[in-house]
Protein backbone atom coordinates (compact mmCIF):
# COMPACT_ATOMS: atom_id res chain seq x y z
CA UNK A 1 0.00 0.00 0.00
CA UNK A 2 1.39 3.20 -1.03
CA UNK A 3 2.14 6.05 1.88
CA UNK A 4 1.15 9.78 2.28
CA UNK A 5 2.97 12.30 1.04
CA UNK A 6 2.69 15.91 2.45
CA UNK A 7 5.06 18.90 2.26
CA UNK A 8 5.20 22.19 4.37
CA UNK A 9 5.72 25.61 1.98
CA UNK A 10 5.89 28.96 3.10
CA UNK A 11 8.35 31.89 3.66
CA UNK A 12 11.18 32.64 5.91
CA UNK A 13 10.03 31.76 9.51
CA UNK A 14 6.42 31.01 8.72
CA UNK A 15 6.41 28.06 11.05
CA UNK A 16 7.11 25.13 8.27
CA UNK A 17 9.01 23.18 10.60
CA UNK A 18 7.34 23.90 13.56
CA UNK A 19 4.09 22.24 12.35
CA UNK A 20 6.07 19.93 10.75
CA UNK A 21 7.27 18.37 14.02
CA UNK A 22 3.97 19.07 15.56
CA UNK A 23 2.09 16.69 12.98
CA UNK A 24 4.76 14.12 12.76
CA UNK A 25 4.40 13.45 16.36
CA UNK A 26 0.77 13.07 16.23
CA UNK A 27 1.15 10.80 13.78
CA UNK A 28 3.99 8.66 15.58
CA UNK A 29 1.05 8.70 18.62
CA UNK A 30 -1.36 7.10 16.65
CA UNK A 31 1.01 4.62 15.71
CA UNK A 32 2.04 5.03 12.68
CA UNK A 33 5.59 4.93 10.77
CA UNK A 34 6.08 8.61 9.84
CA UNK A 35 9.45 9.72 8.01
CA UNK A 36 10.25 13.68 8.47
CA UNK A 37 12.65 14.97 5.84
CA UNK A 38 13.46 18.42 3.92
CA UNK A 39 14.48 19.90 0.65
CA UNK A 40 17.05 20.39 -0.17
CA UNK A 41 18.72 17.68 2.29
CA UNK A 42 17.33 14.54 3.88
CA UNK A 43 20.14 12.26 2.33
CA UNK A 44 23.90 11.91 2.28
CA UNK A 45 24.24 14.08 -1.49
CA UNK A 46 21.37 16.16 -0.55
CA UNK A 47 23.07 17.51 2.75
CA UNK A 48 26.21 18.29 0.88
CA UNK A 49 24.29 20.53 -1.89
CA UNK A 50 22.36 22.18 1.04
CA UNK A 51 25.41 23.29 2.55
CA UNK A 52 27.00 24.35 -1.15
CA UNK A 53 23.38 26.40 -1.80
CA UNK A 54 23.56 28.18 1.79
CA UNK A 55 27.00 28.92 2.32
CA UNK A 56 28.41 29.36 -1.19
CA UNK A 57 31.46 30.66 -0.58
CA UNK A 58 32.90 33.87 -1.53
CA UNK A 59 31.58 33.45 -5.36
CA UNK A 60 28.08 34.48 -5.85
CA UNK A 61 26.05 31.61 -6.67
CA UNK A 62 24.41 32.21 -10.00
CA UNK A 63 21.01 31.18 -10.33
CA UNK A 64 21.02 28.48 -12.84
CA UNK A 65 23.09 26.87 -10.93
CA UNK A 66 21.47 27.28 -7.71
CA UNK A 67 18.09 26.24 -9.23
CA UNK A 68 19.71 22.93 -10.86
CA UNK A 69 21.40 22.59 -7.17
CA UNK A 70 17.90 22.26 -6.27
CA UNK A 71 16.67 19.97 -8.34
CA UNK A 72 19.52 17.45 -8.08
CA UNK A 73 19.13 17.36 -4.55
CA UNK A 74 15.26 16.47 -4.92
CA UNK A 75 16.25 13.86 -7.83
CA UNK A 76 18.19 12.16 -4.96
CA UNK A 77 15.38 12.30 -1.94
CA UNK A 78 13.15 11.28 -3.68
CA UNK A 79 14.79 8.11 -5.19
CA UNK A 80 17.02 7.53 -1.99
CA UNK A 81 14.21 7.98 0.98
CA UNK A 82 10.74 9.34 -0.26
CA UNK A 83 9.64 6.76 -3.11
CA UNK A 84 10.95 4.01 -0.73
CA UNK A 85 9.49 4.96 2.40
CA UNK A 86 5.54 5.51 0.96
CA UNK A 87 6.45 2.17 -1.00
CA UNK A 88 6.40 0.43 2.15
CA UNK A 89 3.31 2.39 3.48
CA UNK A 90 4.34 4.89 6.09
CA UNK A 91 3.83 8.68 5.99
CA UNK A 92 6.49 11.11 4.53
CA UNK A 93 6.44 14.81 5.94
CA UNK A 94 9.06 17.05 4.08
CA UNK A 95 10.31 20.81 4.72
CA UNK A 96 9.91 22.28 1.18
CA UNK A 97 9.56 21.08 -2.12
CA UNK A 98 8.68 21.80 -5.53
CA UNK A 99 6.69 24.92 -4.80
CA UNK A 100 9.87 26.23 -3.11
CA UNK A 101 11.84 26.40 -6.61
CA UNK A 102 8.22 27.44 -8.11
CA UNK A 103 8.16 30.27 -5.95
CA UNK A 104 11.92 31.22 -4.97
CA UNK A 105 14.25 30.71 -8.17
CA UNK A 106 10.13 31.47 -10.33
CA UNK A 107 8.18 33.91 -8.77
CA UNK A 108 11.38 35.52 -6.74
CA UNK A 109 14.26 35.26 -9.48
CA UNK A 110 12.44 35.21 -12.17
CA UNK A 111 13.51 32.31 -13.91
CA UNK A 112 11.10 30.79 -16.47
CA UNK A 113 8.41 28.94 -14.86
CA UNK A 114 7.35 26.30 -17.22
CA UNK A 115 11.16 25.35 -17.22
CA UNK A 116 10.81 24.56 -13.71
CA UNK A 117 7.82 23.06 -13.80
CA UNK A 118 9.76 20.52 -16.56
CA UNK A 119 12.74 20.07 -14.31
CA UNK A 120 10.56 19.91 -11.45
CA UNK A 121 9.02 16.83 -13.19
CA UNK A 122 12.40 15.12 -14.10
CA UNK A 123 14.01 15.61 -10.40
CA UNK A 124 10.58 13.94 -8.75
CA UNK A 125 9.73 11.20 -11.57
CA UNK A 126 6.71 12.97 -11.74
CA UNK A 127 5.91 12.10 -7.78
CA UNK A 128 3.51 14.84 -6.17
CA UNK A 129 2.84 15.51 -2.88
CA UNK A 130 -1.12 13.82 -1.38
CA UNK A 131 -1.13 17.61 0.50
CA UNK A 132 0.73 20.56 0.72
CA UNK A 133 0.43 22.94 3.69
CA UNK A 134 1.09 26.23 2.39
CA UNK A 135 1.82 28.42 5.67
CA UNK A 136 0.96 32.23 4.65
CA UNK A 137 2.62 35.04 6.31
CA UNK A 138 3.70 38.72 5.88
CA UNK A 139 7.14 38.22 5.33
CA UNK A 140 7.99 41.55 8.00
CA UNK A 141 6.29 38.95 10.23
CA UNK A 142 8.53 36.13 9.24
CA UNK A 143 11.59 38.23 10.12
CA UNK A 144 10.84 39.25 13.44
CA UNK A 145 10.49 35.54 14.37
CA UNK A 146 13.48 34.41 12.86
CA UNK A 147 15.32 37.76 15.05
CA UNK A 148 13.49 35.99 17.92
CA UNK A 149 14.31 32.43 16.58
CA UNK A 150 16.33 30.60 19.12
CA UNK A 151 14.89 31.79 22.30
CA UNK A 152 11.52 31.35 21.15
CA UNK A 153 12.57 27.58 20.30
CA UNK A 154 13.85 27.22 23.82
CA UNK A 155 10.66 28.21 24.96
CA UNK A 156 8.20 25.61 23.05
CA UNK A 157 11.01 22.92 23.43
CA UNK A 158 10.97 22.18 19.60
CA UNK A 159 14.40 22.83 17.83
CA UNK A 160 13.14 24.05 14.06
CA UNK A 161 17.49 24.69 13.13
CA UNK A 162 16.09 27.89 11.57
CA UNK A 163 18.52 29.88 9.83
CA UNK A 164 16.62 32.53 8.01
CA UNK A 165 18.00 35.42 9.11
CA UNK A 166 20.90 35.41 6.77
CA UNK A 167 18.73 34.70 3.77
CA UNK A 168 16.48 37.16 4.46
CA UNK A 169 18.88 40.18 5.18
CA UNK A 170 20.53 38.82 2.57
CA UNK A 171 17.54 39.92 0.40
CA UNK A 172 15.52 43.09 -0.25
CA UNK A 173 11.89 42.72 1.36
CA UNK A 174 10.06 42.91 -1.74
CA UNK A 175 11.83 39.72 -2.94
CA UNK A 176 10.21 37.94 0.25
CA UNK A 177 6.81 39.21 -0.81
CA UNK A 178 7.23 38.18 -4.59
CA UNK A 179 7.66 34.64 -3.43
CA UNK A 180 4.47 35.43 -1.20
CA UNK A 181 2.27 36.43 -3.73
CA UNK A 182 3.99 33.48 -6.02
CA UNK A 183 2.92 31.01 -2.88
CA UNK A 184 -0.04 32.21 -3.52
CA UNK A 185 -0.87 31.57 -7.29
CA UNK A 186 0.62 28.26 -7.28
CA UNK A 187 -2.02 27.78 -4.02
CA UNK A 188 -4.78 29.30 -6.74
CA UNK A 189 -4.22 26.93 -9.57
CA UNK A 190 -3.80 23.43 -7.19
CA UNK A 191 -6.60 23.95 -4.95
CA UNK A 192 -7.11 20.23 -4.36
CA UNK A 193 -3.02 19.81 -3.18
CA UNK A 194 -2.49 23.22 -1.55
CA UNK A 195 -4.18 24.12 1.57
CA UNK A 196 -3.46 27.47 2.47
CA UNK A 197 -3.17 28.43 5.99
CA UNK A 198 -2.75 31.35 7.85
CA UNK A 199 0.49 31.78 10.14
CA UNK A 200 -0.13 34.37 11.76
CA UNK A 201 -2.34 32.57 13.77
CA UNK A 202 -0.76 30.54 16.74
CA UNK A 203 1.00 27.26 16.76
CA UNK A 204 -1.42 25.12 18.23
CA UNK A 205 -4.76 26.65 16.18
CA UNK A 206 -2.57 25.68 12.89
CA UNK A 207 -1.68 22.38 14.60
CA UNK A 208 -6.02 21.36 14.51
CA UNK A 209 -6.26 22.79 11.22
CA UNK A 210 -3.24 20.72 9.86
CA UNK A 211 -3.89 18.00 11.77
CA UNK A 212 -8.07 17.83 10.79
CA UNK A 213 -6.58 18.09 6.53
CA UNK A 214 -4.12 14.96 7.68
CA UNK A 215 -6.93 13.10 8.54
CA UNK A 216 -9.61 14.44 6.13
CA UNK A 217 -6.84 12.98 3.27
CA UNK A 218 -6.21 9.91 5.28
CA UNK A 219 -10.23 8.97 5.55
CA UNK A 220 -10.17 10.08 1.33
CA UNK A 221 -7.44 7.92 0.49
CA UNK A 222 -8.80 4.63 2.80
CA UNK A 223 -5.33 4.77 4.49
CA UNK A 224 -5.85 3.71 8.19
CA UNK A 225 -3.88 5.05 10.79
CA UNK A 226 -3.59 2.02 13.22
N1 LIG B 1 2.29 30.20 14.86
C1 LIG B 1 3.38 30.78 15.36
N2 LIG B 1 3.29 31.94 16.04
C2 LIG B 1 4.41 32.55 16.51
N3 LIG B 1 5.67 32.07 16.40
C3 LIG B 1 5.81 30.90 15.74
C4 LIG B 1 4.69 30.20 15.18
N4 LIG B 1 5.15 29.08 14.57
C5 LIG B 1 6.49 29.07 14.74
N5 LIG B 1 6.90 30.16 15.43
C6 LIG B 1 8.29 30.54 15.79
O1 LIG B 1 8.84 31.22 14.67
C7 LIG B 1 10.20 30.82 14.46
C8 LIG B 1 10.34 30.22 13.06
O2 LIG B 1 9.62 28.99 13.03
P1 LIG B 1 10.10 27.79 12.12
O3 LIG B 1 11.55 27.57 12.30
O4 LIG B 1 9.18 26.64 12.37
O5 LIG B 1 9.81 28.42 10.69
P2 LIG B 1 10.33 27.91 9.29
O6 LIG B 1 9.27 28.26 8.33
O7 LIG B 1 10.71 26.49 9.39
O8 LIG B 1 11.63 28.81 9.08
P3 LIG B 1 12.83 28.59 8.01
O9 LIG B 1 12.34 29.25 6.77
O10 LIG B 1 14.00 29.27 8.62
O11 LIG B 1 13.07 27.13 7.89
C9 LIG B 1 10.55 29.82 15.57
O12 LIG B 1 11.19 30.52 16.60
C10 LIG B 1 9.17 29.32 16.03
O13 LIG B 1 9.20 28.93 17.38
MG1 LIG C 1 12.51 25.53 8.89
Redesign the pocket.
Known amino acids: MRGIFVTFE?G????????LKLLAKRIRTSGKEVIETRDPGGTAIGKEIRTLLLHPGSVPIDAATELLLYEASRAQLVRELIVPTLSRGAVVLC?RFTDSTLAYQGFGRGLDLNLIRRLNRFATDGLAPDLTVL?DLDPGIGLT??R??AS??AS?G?S?E???WDRIEAEPLDFHQRIREGYRTLARENPDRITVID?G???IE?EMIVWNQFTRLQDRSGYAIS
Not at 12 to 19: A, D, F, P, V
Open positions: GEGSGKTTQDLRCRGADTLTSSCALGMI
